[in-house]
């Protein structure tokens, strides 16, 4: 399985660049701008604001004198349940001086406060107010365009080469050729992909399926981390923080159910729980006015949200679901963001460094983006003359096919929820499984539209999802299996995917 869409490259507008980044997230901002500080233009091609730019509550660097890098991994290590990359890991809270200097440099302005959040030892947490990602992503787009970084609003298709990087089909309205020998993936994750999901449509994580099309693997798929309070029928994340000053959960009856306080995972399969049973689920906001708490104020992002969307937060009950919020797994790389594929590099949420093992810690993932894209852009740097240019050959893919597939990505998104959520058994893995099998089986005789190759591609990346959580025949992490309820000594290790090899 490797192209799907109908083109053919000789036909196609023709443009040429050294490096394209696909994805305006931290991570490809990231990687660009370093690159374009160290004297390289790349293009940048993004189809709008990913999930960087959603971020509320921070990012975390061990940056005080009584804090270390040493006690940031320790805290991440025991959320990551044995499953951290122990190299990558260091290199991430050792490389939060750098990254966080960077992002001063470019132009983000701190809180002087910082906090700390579930799971940190210290208040770690660098923040701005209850917007750092919008801060981060607009101080970063401010610095691409100074750098005069090309950019180009369009959506990847198909990643050309044989063994290698040649180049990539694009759409923005048509479809378009760029002939490159280097392709950064900064795509984000592939939570979206479950009924209920704090993340944009925009991020849906179908690149991720281009990729499993190109022979490579994902690793750890099956670890989605989810988060307890999005509000019902929405994306509007209402963070922990809101808890944490006195926000409690309570049912339809008005009772509360669950130790607001608990841990994310535990929270959020309370609620799940109540959910099944047919239950209704509340965040109940009015205790944080009777303590003296100005909503507005405190949480002015969260506060303007829910406005917009008709609630009156100091006055009722707000109506919440967990919902799939952070993918850990990703295409597999190395420390700086290479892949097995020559030429391919892959950073941000897509990429798996194993930082983060069987669950992430918060506020983590801000982090990663911008350690790393740091780290591959140097890479890219020096690797930029040992690579064969791209040659002057064409790529096509010439096939018919009118047939609707027999499916849309919302029965995907059901599927996905019910089948590998929250909680998980053989019995409902295996049946996702075979289901998602039987609807893409006929993908050859698909129309080779836009749409229908977005579909396949999270398909595949459902399926992968589903094949890991299947063969991880424990519970670890973010990960648990109601017929596996321990971790188990022989899982203490990655997944790995392939559509030639599943789960292994
Ligand atoms: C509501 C919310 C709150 C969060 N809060 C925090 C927090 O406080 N701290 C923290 O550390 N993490 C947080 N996270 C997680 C964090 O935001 C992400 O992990 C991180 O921002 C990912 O960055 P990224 O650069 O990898 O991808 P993203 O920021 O998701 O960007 C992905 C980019 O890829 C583009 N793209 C995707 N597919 C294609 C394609 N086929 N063609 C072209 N472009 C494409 C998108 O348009 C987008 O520009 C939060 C996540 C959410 C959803």
Same mark, same amino acid.
């Given at each position: 399985?490797?192209?799907?869409l109908?083109?053919?490259?000789s036909?196609l507008?023709?443009d ?5 980044i ?7 901002l ?15 091609l ?14 975390a660097?061990?940056?005080h004198?009584?804090?270390s ?14 499953l ?20 001063? *440099?470019?132009?983000?302005e701190?809180?002087?406060?910082t ?14 107010k209850d ?19 090309r950019?180009?609003r369009?959506e990847?298709?198909?990643i050309?080469?044989?063994g290698r ?10 479809? +378009?050729?760029i002939?490159?020998?280097?392709l950064?993936?900064a795509?984000?994750?592939a939570?979206s992909?479950?009924?209920?999901t ?5 991020v ?6 281009i990729?499993?099309r +190109?022979?490579?693997s ?15 029928n929405t ?13 409690v ?6 009772? *509360?159910?669950?130790?607001e306080?608990?841990?994310r995972d535990?929270?959020?399969?309370a ?5 099944k049973e ?25 506060y303007?949200?829910? *406005? ?21 797994g990703g ?10 594929l ?5 950073v ?21 983006g911008?350690?790393?894209g740091? *780290?591959?852009?140097y890479?890219?740097?020096?690797d930029?003359?040992?690579y064969?240019?791209?040659s ?10 009118k047939r609707?597939?027999p499916y ?6 059901g599927?996905?929820?019910e089948?590998c ?11 996702a499984?075979?289901?998602?099998k039987v ?6 005789h698909?129309?080779p539209?836009?749409e229908?190759r977005?579909?396949?591609?999270i ?20 990960h648990y299996?109601k ?6 000594e ?15």
């Amino acid at each position: 399985m490797e192209y799907f869409l109908n083109f053919d490259t000789s036909k196609l507008p023709e443009d040429r660049a050294d490096v394209v980044i696909c994805g305006s997230g931290i991570g490809g901002l990231t990687t660009a701008i370093v690159l374009g500080e160290l004297g390289i233009t790349p293009l940048l091609l993004t189809r709008g604001v990913g999930n960087t730019y959603y971020s509320q509550g921070g990012i975390a660097c061990a940056l005080h004198p009584e804090d270390s890098p040493y006690l940031h991994a320790l805290d991440t290590q025991k959320a990551g349940r044995g499953l951290c990359n122990e190299g990558n890991l260091r290199i991430l809270v050792d490389g939060g001086v750098q990254g966080f200097v960077n992002l001063k *440099r470019w132009g983000v302005e701190f809180d002087k406060e910082t906090t700390i959040e579930g799971g940190h030892s210290f208040p770690r947490v660098y923040k701005v107010k209850d917007y750092t990602g919008k801060a981060i992503h607009e101080a970063l787009w401010r610095r691409v365009k100074e750098l005069k970084i090309r950019i180009v609003r369009g959506e990847l298709q198909e990643i050309l080469g044989e063994g290698r990087v040649e180049g990539i089909v694009y759409y923005d309205g048509s479809m +378009k050729f760029i002939r490159t020998s280097i392709l950064v993936l900064a795509t984000g994750g592939a939570a979206s992909m479950f009924l209920h999901t704090s993340n944009p449509v925009r991020v849906r994580g179908d690149a991720l399926g281009i990729v499993l099309r +190109k022979g490579l693997s994902l690793v750890n798929p099956e670890f989605v981390q989810f988060h307890p309070t999005v509000v019902k029928n929405t994306s509007i994340l209402i963070s922990e923080a809101v808890r944490g000053e006195g926000a409690v959960l309570v049912d339809q009856k008005g009772e *509360r159910f669950v130790n607001e306080l608990e841990p994310r995972d535990v929270v959020a399969r309370a609620i799940y729980r109540k959910m099944k049973e047919g239950g209704e689920v509340f965040l109940d906001l009015r205790p944080l006015k009777a303590a003296g708490i100005e909503l507005r104020e405190r949480f002015p992002t969260i506060y303007g949200m829910l *406005r917009e969307k008709g609630y009156e937060p100091e006055k009722e009950p707000i109506p919440v679901t967990p919902a799939s919020h952070y993918f850990i797994g990703g295409v597999e790389v190395n420390s700086y963001g290479k892949t097995i594929l020559e030429g391919l590099y892959a950073v941000g949420e897509c990429a798996c460094t194993g930082v983060h093992g069987a669950n992430r810690l918060a506020s983590n993932s801000l982090l990663e983006g911008v350690v790393f894209g740091y *780290r591959t852009a140097y890479r890219i740097f020096h690797d930029l003359s040992f690579y064969r240019k791209s040659s002057k050959g064409n790529f096509k893919n010439l096939r018919e096919g009118k047939r609707k597939p027999p499916y849309t990505f919302e029965d995907l998104r059901g599927l996905m929820w019910e089948a590998c959520g929250l909680e998980r058994d053989e019995e409902g893995l295996k049946r996702a499984s075979e289901k998602l099998k039987v609807w893409i089986e006929g993908y050859k005789h698909w129309t080779p539209s836009i749409e229908n190759r977005q579909l396949l591609d999270i398909s595949l990346v459902a399926l992968a999802t589903v094949s890991c959580a299947l063969w991880r025949k424990e519970s670890r992490g973010v990960h648990y299996r109601k017929d596996y309820p321990h971790e188990r000594e022989e899982f203490r290790r990655e997944s790995l995917y392939t559509l030639e090899k599943p789960a292994s």
